[in-house]
């Protein structure tokens, strides 16, 4: 069974720092792309970066680009995302998810998502 568990959200203040994880299994992680995608309160879903399965090759939208860093270890089965300088505006539930093929989208599979909500 393929399982996402994204962790390490929480409350944090303009311009502070935050670093999500997301420990997959149940599937071969090494051999797949993964993706960041989020949902703001009352908003659609918005997809924020995409990493392919070795590591070497990310994608980011332009709200996040140079602020949020993707990255992966797959001997930990783990997909991280870094947040700096982070914004009202990034106040979201974030998820990891699982392209079917290549980058994504379609995602086949996701996590249950982690609160993310920047605030003074």
């Known amino acids: 069974e393929v399982q996402l568990v994204e962790s390490g959200g929480g409350l944090v203040r303009p311009g502070g720092s935050l670093r999500l994880s997301c420990a997959a299994s149940g599937f071969t992680f090494s051999s797949y792309a993964m993706s960041w995608v989020r949902q703001a309160p009352g908003k659609g879903l918005e997809w924020v970066s995409a990493?392919?399965?070795?590591?070497?090759?990310?994608s980011y939208a332009s709200s996040v680009k140079g602020r949020f860093t993707i990255s992966r270890d797959n001997a930990k089965n783990t997909l991280y995302l870094q947040m700096n300088r982070v914004k009202p505006e990034d106040t979201a539930v974030y998820y990891c998810?699982?392209?079917?093929?290549?980058?994504?989208?379609?995602?086949?599979?996701w996590g249950q998502g982690t609160q993310v909500t920047v605030s003074s």
């Open positions: 990493l392919n399965s070795g590591g070497g090759s990310t």
């Open positions: 998810a699982k392209p079917g093929t290549g980058l994504g989208p379609p995602y086949d599979y």
